[in-house]
């Protein structure tokens, strides 16, 4: 030894040594790897056995397992190769294009699919609201047990929907799963109102506020509940333009904002709903009815005597049904609304006629009191409340989430049929979510010229016996996914083609279906359904089951030059598909 000791290692050599070097059993690795592979494992496979053996439904759908979807689907990319028209790069752009949409919907599947999602998910956002006031991407969580929908706060908060940057970027939001939209709403309302004068028919717009325009004051304590109502910053400018254009705006916030200044009044939303309460709608109907009286009074006519009828009814809200908690929560509970059904002398409910002249065309704002599945009761919506004040009949045609556009294009559709919704009409009521304004695709359509048959026909396709057909999709408009929107049931429309009956009998060859694309807030096999696939299903003229189902949100295949509007319409159920 020289006498010359080692300098002791620093913390941080022993540090990095002990790193870079770890001393593990045989045994602890072996059972780390397990480990590992069991924690990737087991998801899967307990949703396919959950799939297989426990998931009755998946069995009865004859649907493969959750994880197999996309590999189920690839013959599906192949034909929209073969069925492309041009060259190999036209072809392949269009198989691209299928791809994409199947993996979208392969991932929008496994999600709902999910077992983990079925039983942890409602409980977890059970505790995220109750302990963190956190909603969910489409319902936030107010003040004293108020929800929210977060487009009618981005309405209220978000920049003007006419500003020219804000036009621009909405127009060119598409992609190769979706056509650019028409994002401005002055181009397709001056057109409907130009559509409307060329009959002689006076349009009055009614664009519906949310909840944060009338009370804010429930979603934050800085807002102040008295400035009310809350607009988007480019509706004063929109308003203006409209009455240069020469149409009519019912200002629905201002009135409801001067209701609630009256303490006499009650609560004019519901606290978890995005939808006016009972209140609200008799209001606003009694201020339209002097509205018209003022600015385009309607022709005298005998008097119909209606009768107001109260019912409590109680119902739990939309956006907590968006919320997605367990079926036992208690932080959001059912609300009593006293709705007024409105009868008519012979004690029979309220119901459109077409031979009244005025028609309103709206959104669950006018079916929110009137069509019974939405769970809030019936015969006393906005055109029920309308015709009570104006004491004569109304025709109505609503849509759920039909604002913008859906139940404008249901209009022209009745119309190129040969179902002149407007003869007789004096005015026009186009009542539709102020939100809309600034999220809505406000497309331009093309009105046909007026029915000349006094009576149209409303005869149904020839069938005969209980009609069970196969045939193959051309196109499919598909559905929105559960818990985006504030609805739980949609109808979505499907162009079948190479059509053969299995049970009974149909003359047609090529035919639209409407089916359930969203039901009880679950996705159903009709909105996965994609062009190329072999369906089963059993079919109903749609002029048998219309008046039952054309109120729901419908989702339409793209026709712009009504090409479709002359193949015979059913309704489908039962559905089976063959990739």
């Not at 020219?164 to 109102?193: K, N, T, W």
């Not at 119909?304 to 907590?320: E, K, M, N």
Request: aromatic share 8%; net charge negative.
């Amino acid at each position: 030894m020289n006498g010359t000791s080692q300098p002791l290692p620093t913390r941080e050599e022993i540090a990095e040594r002990e790193i870079g070097h770890t001393d593990i059993s045989r045994g602890t690795a072996r059972l780390l790897i397990v480990a590992f592979v069991l924690m990737l494992a087991t998801p899967p496979i307990a949703q396919l056995a959950y799939e297989l053996c426990l998931e009755p439904q998946a069995a009865a759908d004859r649907m493969p397992p959750s994880s197999l979807q996309f590999f189920a689907r690839l013959p599906i990319v192949a034909n929209a190769y073969g069925a492309a028209n041009g060259g190999s790069i036209r072809k392949l752009l269009v198989a691209n294009s299928q791809l994409l949409r199947n993996i979208d919907e392969y991932e929008h599947q496994l999600e709902e699919r999910s077992l983990l999602t079925r039983l942890f998910l409602g409980p977890t956002r059970e505790v995220l609201a109750k302990y963190g006031g956190a909603g969910s991407d489409q319902a936030e969580i107010g003040r004293d047990g108020w929800l929210f929908f977060r487009p009618d706060i981005e309405y209220v908060t978000g920049p003007g929907f006419l500003e020219p940057h804000v036009l621009s970027h909405r127009a060119s939001s598409g992609s190769q799963q979706a056509a650019p939209l028409q994002p401005d709403p002055r181009l397709a309302i001056i057109q409907f109102h130009q559509q409307l004068a060329a009959r002689g028919i006076r349009l009055i717009i009614l664009p519906t506020p949310g909840k944060p325009s009338i009370y804010p004051e429930q979603l934050s304590r800085r807002a102040d509940g008295n400035s009310v109502p809350l607009q988007n910053r480019s509706f004063e400018r929109f308003k203006q333009e409209m009455l240069e254009a020469g149409v009519l705006v019912f200002d629905a916030a201002t009135v409801l904002a001067e209701a609630k200044r009256d303490s006499a009044n009650p609560p004019l939303f519901l606290r978890t709903d995005t939808h006016w309460t009972p209140a609200g709608v008799q209001i606003v109907a009694k201020r339209l009815r002097e509205f018209i009286d003022r600015e385009s009074p309607l022709p005298k006519k005998e008097p119909v005597d209606y009768h107001p009828r109260p019912v409590d009814v109680t119902s739990l809200g939309d956006i907590a049904v968006m919320l997605r908690l367990p079926s036992n929560q208690s932080l959001f509970p059912r609300e009593t609304a006293t709705i007024r059904q409105i009868e008519l002398p012979d004690q029979q409910m309220w119901q459109p006629d077409a031979s009244g002249d005025v028609l309103l065309l709206g959104d669950s704002f006018t079916n929110i009191y009137s069509l019974a599945d939405l769970n809030w009761g019936s015969a006393a919506g906005l055109a029920e409340q309308l015709s009570f004040q104006l004491q004569r009949p109304v025709d109505r045609l609503a849509q759920n989430d039909g604002g913008a556009y859906a139940v404008r294009q249901s209009l022209i559709q009745e119309l190129a049929r040969g179902h002149d919704r407007l003869a007789g009409k004096q005015i026009v009521i186009w009542q539709f979510a102020a939100r809309e304004l600034a999220s809505g695709d406000w497309k331009l359509l093309t009105m046909p010229a007026a029915s000349t048959d006094a009576s149209p026909s409303t005869d149904v396709p020839a069938t005969a016996g209980d009609l069970v057909v196969q045939g193959i999709v051309r196109a499919a408009a598909g559905a929105p996914r559960p818990g985006t929107v504030p609805y739980r049931e949609a109808v979505t429309g499907i162009h079948l083609v190479d059509v053969k009956a299995i049970q009974g009998s149909i003359a047609e060859r090529e035919v639209i279906v409407y089916c359930w694309g969203l039901k009880q807030n679950q996705t159903t096999n009709a909105a996965r359904l994609t062009s190329g696939q072999n369906v089963t299903l059993r079919l109903i003229p749609w002029e048998r089951v219309k008046n039952r189902f054309e109120r729901f949100n419908r989702i339409e295949l793209d026709d712009p030059d009504f090409h479709l509007v002359q193949l015979p319409v059913y309704w489908g159920e039962e559905i089976s598909s063959v990739p």
